[in-house]
Each structure stands twice: as C-alpha cells, then as structure tokens.
T-cell receptor
Framework: NAGVTQTPKFRVLKTGQSMTLLCAQD?????MYWYRQDPGMGLRLIHY???????AKGEVPDGYNVSRLKKQNFLLGLESAAPSQTSVYFC???????????????FGAGSRLTVL | RKEVEQDPGPFNVPEGATVAFNCTYS??????FFWYRQDCRKEPKLLMS???SGNEDGRFTAQLNRASQYISLLIRDSKLSDSATYLC?????????????FGAGTRLFVKA
C-alpha cells in the first residue's frame, strides 16, 4: 500500500522561481491537507480540501496556491518562491466522518524545499 | 496564545524511566484528540487516540480532562526506540471549517 506519496522529496529553488509539489493518495480519502513544518513552530496548515474540486485556506496560505482536480491528487504551488518558504512540507489525507478512526491523518514522507 | 501548547523539552531520561508529557488546548469545542510520534526527518505517525475515559496501549497511557482542557501521555519503562518528538493533536469538528491543530511537539531522548 503506497498510502500518501509526495514528489519531489527535495528541491532547491532560487528566489522568484515557481514550482509545484504533488501529493497523491490511493486510499480514496475525501480530505487532503498541506502543512509546513518549521523548527519550534510545529505543523501549520497551509491549505486543505474537503473533496474533489474544493479548496480552502488554512492558517498560513499566503504565497501558496492549491488545486484538487482529481480526488486522489492535491497540488501545492509556489508562484514566486521566497526564502521564508524554506521549510519541510507535508501532505496528509483522511477519510470523512466523525468517528475517531476517520479523524486519523495519514502523512506523506515530506518534501524539503530550500529557497536561496 | 497558541491553540495547542506543549512543553518543548527536551526530556532526557534513562532507559526504564517513566516520563509524562502534558498538553493544553484553548478551544473548548474541540472534539477529538490524538498523540502522534515523529522521528527525526520523518513524517508524523499516529501513536494513539485519546478518549475521555483514558486509554492504554502497552506502555503508553493517554488521559483527557475536558474540564481543564488538558491532555497527557505517560510512557512507562522507556526504551531507546521511544526517542522521538511527541505531537499533541486536537480536532475541532468535521465541517467546511474543519481544523486539525498540532502542538509544536515535545522531544524525548532515552539514554542507555
């Protein structure tokens, strides 16, 4: 079982360049999330999606865009990268529902982005 | 004030020790609670859910106090392999505004 797959795993960008991070899940989950993790800050939600064709802003959405054209994929875009976007990015997904099991997030392995 | 607060540690304990982590949350409408574990340079993984009645999984015991908005994790008989960062996680519902909030994590080092 692949679970949640993120590509690329590592990337170095120059300020002003653009790029897209891809998240793919094979669990038929409705909800998908993009987080960034910085030292001492914990995981902060960038954007999320509650279903195909829908997206919503999280805690730190500025400088990022997302798309969910297919249920299994959630793309995170940086149109003009800045050094402040140097971080580790995690994608996660979960099933719909209120029971405790459905609320569990499954994470991808992370994408390490450095912006010079 | 952060929505979910944890002692950042690090906690340095010898093998076999008992260690307790605490977590507080600010949203009284929060509905579900978890502890995740994150190894260095890896993704977070679910350690255990936290139920109102308290729950145990082997050497790990989780407690929830809704009145005090407080969550705890107790690890007994610590192993070297328990060295990791422990994340307190709080969910606030299942709507369009669904939020999963992570604490910044507590680092644990278990020494031989």
């Amino acid at each position: 079982n692949a679970g949640v797959t993120q590509t690329p795993k590592f990337r170095v960008l120059k300020t002003g360049q653009s790029m897209t991070l891809l998240c793919a899940q094979d669990m038929n989950h409705e909800y998908m999330y993009w987080y960034r993790q910085d030292p001492g800050m914990g995981l902060r939600l960038i954007h999320y999606s509650v279903g195909e064709g829908t997206t919503a802003k999280g805690e730190v959405p500025d400088g990022y865009n997302v798309s969910r054209l297919k249920k299994q994929n959630f793309l995170l875009g940086l149109e003009s990268a800045a050094p402040s976007q140097t971080s580790v990015y995690f994608c996660a997904s979960r099933d719909r529902g209120l029971n405790s099991g459905a609320n569990v997030l499954t994470f991808g392995a992370g994408s390490r982005l450095t912006v010079l | 004030r952060k929505e979910v607060e944890q002692d950042p540690g690090p906690f340095n304990v010898p093998e076999g020790a008992t260690v307790a982590f605490n977590c507080t949350y600010s949203n009284s409408a929060s509905q579900s609670f978890f502890w995740y574990r994150q190894d260095c340079r890896k993704e977070p993984k679910l350690l255990m859910s936290v139920y109102s009645s308290g729950n145990e999984d082997g050497r790990f015991t989780a407690q929830l106090n809704r009145a005090s908005q407080y969550i705890s994790l107790l690890i007994r008989d610590s192993k070297l392999s328990d060295s990791a960062t422990y994340l307190c996680v709080v969910n606030s519902g299942d709507t369009g505004g669904f939020k999963t909030i992570f604490g910044a994590g507590t680092r644990l080092f278990v020494k031989a």
